[in-house]
Nanobody
Framework: QVQLVESGGGLVQAGGSLRLSCAASGSIFSVRRMGWYRQAPGNQRELVAVITNGADTNYADSVKGRFTISTDNAKNTAYLQMNSLKPEDTAVYYC????????????WGQGTQVTVSS
């Protein structure tokens, strides 16, 4: 089994920064993709950023130029650096990983709350 543990959420003023971390642990043979999604109240979960094979990145248009996703492959950890935060970035942020143990599977973290005050 694989566990994803997120950290780094919190309350910040508009224009501020936060850095989220997601550590994957368990019987991991390989990590293909790690990403961050978010869900605001009343909204569907949406993609924020994803990184594949530790290099290829993709971002939601709403966060391009403000957020940066990266990984430490040795630690199976993904990071999301969030700068110039806006109140509309307020949401629960979930880590996702596509991981091979015996088979390839998708895994999700429990989520971490990010609140941006105006």
């Amino acid at each position: 089994q694989v566990q994803l543990v997120e950290s780094g959420g919190g309350l910040v003023q508009a224009g501020g920064s936060l850095r989220l971390s997601c550590a994957a642990s368990g019987s991991i043979f390989s990590v293909r993709r790690m990403g961050w999604y978010r869900q605001a109240p009343g909204n569907q979960r949406e993609l924020v950023a994803v990184i594949t094979n530790g290099a290829d990145t993709n971002y939601a248009d709403s966060v391009k130029g403000r957020f940066t996703i990266s990984t430490d492959n040795a630690k199976n950890t993904a990071y999301l650096q969030m700068n110039s935060l806006k109140p509309e970035d307020t949401a629960v942020y979930y880590c996702n990983a596509f991981v091979r143990t015996v088979f390839w599977n998708d895994y999700w973290g429990q989520g971490t709350q990010v609140t941006v005050s105006s």
